[in-house]
């Protein structure tokens, strides 16, 4: 069974960094596309960023330049490095998987859908003086 | 960055209650469109995927229809499990964009 597990939430100052740390089990992060979601208290869901294999990365431009994701694929663990944070970064913070499901289009020919399909119980970061 | 616009933002149904939810993109996005169902404290859980794909286990009163600009995510008869808040979201285009949730509150 896909499982993942956040940690690395708590307090921190504005201006501070922090780091989340998502732990994996039945599961590779080294060929698995992996998003950063955040939903502040009593808001919707906002993408923060997805690593694909390889090891591209891209970011929602709110975080752009402060955020960084990356994965060690050794200890089976996805990282969000959090930098600069301001006090609109306060939210829960999830990691899910990037799931591609394959289809073939007679115009475009073979394709992926994408969708989250496992996701993390999430993480509280607080930014406040 | 495609807008998503859920709509109605709430709705006080029963059990038993056909509800349908609609999604509309500010661009077309095909058919990439997931739709999540999110209990309070909990994380989303992905119930359709590809506009109208049910993830294994959804039961079968979840469908979903639509393709480009507007979708619908129809609850046939309503259960007790089902009052919770329900986000699409776009995969046609980095960045991934949610729209702002439809709560099921019991009537």
């Known amino acids: 069974e896909v499982q993942l597990v956040e940690s690395g939430g708590g307090l921190v100052k504005p201006g501070g960094s922090l780091r989340l740390s998502c732990a994996g089990s039945g599961f590779s992060f080294s060929n698995t596309w992996m998003n950063w979601v955040r939903q502040a208290p009593g808001k919707g869901l906002e993408w923060v960023g997805r690593?694909?294999?390889?090891?591209?990365?891209d970011y929602a431009a709110p975080v752009k330049g402060r955020f960084t994701i990356s994965h060690d694929d050794s200890l089976n663990t996805l990282s969000l490095q959090m930098t600069s944070l301001k006090t609109e970064d306060t939210a829960v913070y999830y990691c899910?998987?990037?799931?591609?499901?394959?289809?073939?289009?007679?115009?475009?020919?073979?394709?992926?859908?994408?969708?989250?399909?496992?996701w993390g119980q999430g993480t509280t970061v607080t930014v406040s003086s | 960055d495609i807008q998503m616009t859920q709509s109605p933002s709430s709705l006080s149904t029963s059990v038993g209650d056909r509800v349908t939810i609609t999604c509309r993109a500010s661009?077309?996005?095909?058919?990439?469109l997931n739709w999540y169902q999110q209990k309070p404290g909990k994380a989303p859980k992905l119930l359709i995927y590809?506009?109208?794909s049910l993830q294994s286990g959804v039961p079968p009163r979840f469908s979903c229809s639509g393709s480009g600009t507007e979708f619908t995510l129809t609850i046939s008869s309503l259960q007790p499990e089902d009052f919770a808040t329900y986000f699409c979201q776009q995969s046609y285009s980095i960045p991934y964009t949610f729209g702002q949730g439809t709560k099921l509150e019991i009537k």
């Open positions: 590809a506009a109208s």
């Open positions: 661009q077309g996005i095909g058919s990439s």
């Open positions: 899910a998987t990037d799931a591609r499901y394959p289809y073939y289009d007679s115009l475009t020919g073979f394709s992926h859908f994408y969708a989250m399909d496992v």
């Open positions: 690593i694909r294999d390889g090891g591209a990365t």
